[in-house]
């Protein structure tokens, strides 16, 4: 099962979130007190890993809290949809359901810890009273046999739940010391009462035990050796070290030297593997044990000495928890688990967030993430489709959207901080691309922006361009104010960028005003995308892409009309008036960031199978426009 979007509905702070995308990593941004962790408690609370039950004196709202407490399994407070892989629809078709019915399931808990499960396209289904159907002679002769006779098996919604993802979650990262007291570690970790921190600190401390392949008591008793001032002989006197025998001696000696080439291996394995992932500087770990005492040096390129882990500075410790459990604890732990981060790296620099965020596309190749944060430096301008702004509302109620413009109202701009740092984010990006020497062409909005990623990648791969310098895309916000941007993104050797807009009317009018002010000059660098269309005009970004792709992911996406938009769509036309004349006939009111989800859904899609989607066409008229552009 994979999370495609949740909601959030009477949970302290929260009346209603809305409903909430989610993507491989999602990011959650926020001012503090916004309410960013009250999203992640309640999807933890859906199916923890550990821990994670409801509490509802702090997680009923206080104000309806003396009405709510009455009556808590009337009152629903996480609602998941999850889309199901081949394999659980053809369980599900088992039971006797229509597989082409199957592609999400909703599941919703209340306070009284029920579980409500249902097949979104097949609501009235009560997926308790569903069990498999037996087809055998058994089954048949057994007809007459009443229900409560009959041993029918677990029902549709139990066997089900064996698939649902557990929720990891995750705010205390449980820094290591530099010295470790092996028999303080021996007894925490047989310990169940240990407060936040502590458990915390042994979490990772485990972890780190499981990268030697040993356990904390075997490298404890392979180094007693050391500290033993006395033993008792088989006759049972004692005998000082001085007295060993020489058996004894080559005893001790094997168990020391075994000890020190296991943390050897450790610490070539930490470092090597650490390397991959910490941009910052290239470290290097040593594990050493001393008698009862486990220590941690490090050294660097910078500065060759060995410096005890907690002399080194804080992000550095911190990063090293947090690699030691997510790259090591997942295997077991995180086994079919959604990770939600509570503000992970607060304590990093700018540039090693940089390094954590790509550590969390990493990570996604086998977990779903969810993380929240205000920093810019936790954002990728270029994945802006993964980031919902969390923000409160006129009534003082957390909210959260994909529209990274919600909540900036002439009423309301208790969003703003958020916004600023989806800006900082997109600056930061601009400004990365001119001191590195990127080639930035400035687009109308997000979804071109999406789109014209994935035709990069897409030619790139193909070996159709190969481009001398990397091309970013930031949005201008659209047409009107493309000029405005193109003057801040003017590059240092005072050349204007590249412009690409829409042939539709807004993006005639630019261009006009462009070519006849600020690209006096330099008019071939504004393009429009009629050039790049044979036969259509009036074109937008989406009519260089393959239309029944389109065509394809708006059914999806859309499904409230009566008729399909495959039923209705002309080709040899643009398709954006098409979907938006398609719509209002229905009689289906568009989501305000429809052009985007359609784009990402687009984008997915292509990537994954692009000989599927592309014919020679589209890929004639993809790299027309891509020699332009260099």
């Known amino acids: 099962m994979k999370l495609k979007r949740f909601r959030v509905t009477n949970f302290r702070s929260v009346t209603d979130s809305g409903w909430i995308d989610a993507s491989d990593v ?31 004196l702090d997680d009923m709202p206080r104000s309806r809290f003396a009405e709510m407490r009455k009556e808590p399994e009337r009152h629903d407070f996480i609602r998941c949809i999850f889309e199901l892989d081949d394999a659980e629809r053809d369980l599900a078709a088992k039971f006797g359901i229509d597989r082409n019915k199957t592609e999400t399931v909703e599941v919703v808990k209340d306070f009284a810890s029920r579980y409500l499960w249902r097949f979104s396209e097949e609501p009235g289904v009560n997926l308790n009273n569903v069990y498999e159907q037996l087809d055998c002679p058994e089954a048949q002769d057994n007809e007459e046999e009443s229900d409560a006779e009959k041993d029918l098996g677990p029902s549709l919604h139990e066997t089900l739940s064996r698939w649902l993802p557990k929720f990891v979650y995750y705010s205390n990262y449980g820094n290591l010391d530099a010295q470790i007291y092996l028999p303080h570690v021996v007894d925490n970790l ?29 490298v404890l008793e392979l180094g007693r050796a050391t500290v033993v001032t006395e033993r008792v002989n088989p006759q049972g006197r004692a005998v000082s070290v001085s007295e060993k025998t020489e058996a004894q001696i080559q005893i001790d000696d094997e168990q020391l030297r075994t000890r020190a080439a296991l943390l050897q291996s450790a610490s070539s394995t930490l ?24 220590r941690i040096w490090v050294s660097d390129d910078r500065r060759p000495d060995e410096i005890e882990l907690e002399h080194r500075s804080t992000g550095l410790q911190w990063f090293l928890s947090f690699f030691l459990v997510f790259k090591y604890e997942s295997e077991d732990t995180h086994e079919n688990a959604i990770v939600l981060l509570d503000e992970p790296g607060h304590s990093l620099h700018p540039l090693a967030q940089r390094d954590l965020s790509a550590f969390f596309d990493s990570l996604s190749e086998t977990h779903q993430i969810f993380f929240t944060t205000h920093s810019p430096f936790m954002i990728d301008a270029n994945r802006l489709d993964r980031v919902r702004k969390v923000h409160l509302d006129d009534d003082g109620a957390t909210v959260a959207s994909s529209n990274l413009a919600a909540g900036q109202g002439k009423k309301n701009d208790r969003g703003a901080g958020a916004s600023y740092a989806v800006h900082s984010a997109l600056n930061l990006t601009v400004a990365e691309s001119l001191l590195l020497g990127c080639s930035p062409v400035i687009v109308e909005g997000p979804s071109d922006q999406h789109y014209l990623s994935a035709i990069k990648t897409i030619l790139i791969s193909k070996g159709k361009i190969q481009p001398v310098g990397e091309l970013v895309f930031p949005p201008s916000g659209g047409a009107k104010t493309a000029k405005i941007i193109a003057g801040i993104l003017m590059g240092r050797d005072d050349t204007l960028p590249f412009v690409l807009l829409d042939g539709d009317t807004a993006g005639k009018q630019a261009v006009k005003s462009l070519v006849e002010g ?29 239309a029944e792709l389109i065509v394809q992911v708006m059914d999806r996406i859309e499904r409230r009309a009566e008729r399909d938009f495959e039923d209705v769509y002309e080709t040899g036309k643009p398709i954006v008036p098409q979907i938006k004349n398609w719509a209002k006939t229905e009689g289906v009111e568009l989501r305000h960031d429809w052009k985007v989800q359609l784009a990402l859904g687009v984008k ?14 589209c890929l004639s008229n993809w790299v027309n426009l891509f020699e332009r552009l260099a």
């Open 26 to 56: 999602t990011a959650l941004i926020g001012e503090n007190e916004s309410g960013k962790t009250n999203l992640l408690l309640p999807l933890w609370k859906l199916n923890p890993s550990g821990g994670g039950e409801i509490s509802p």
């Open 518 to 546: 600020l690209y006096q000059g330099s008019e071939d660098r504004v393009l429009s995308t009629d050039e790049f269309i044979d036969g259509i005009t009036n074109t937008e970004i989406e009519d260089l892409l393959p």
């Open 190 to 218: 047989g310990r169940d009462e240990l407060g936040d921190k502590e458990a915390a600190k042994a979490r990772t401390l485990k972890v780190l035990f499981k990268l030697v392949d040993l356990g904390p008591e075997e």
């Open 604 to 617: 997915t899609k292509l990537l994954a199978n692009p000989d599927k989607h592309i014919d020679e066409k």
């Open 271 to 294: 470092t090597r593997s650490f390397k991959d992932w910490w941009k910052q500087g290239d470290y290097k770990f040593r594990l050493h044990a001393d008698g009862y005492y486990f």
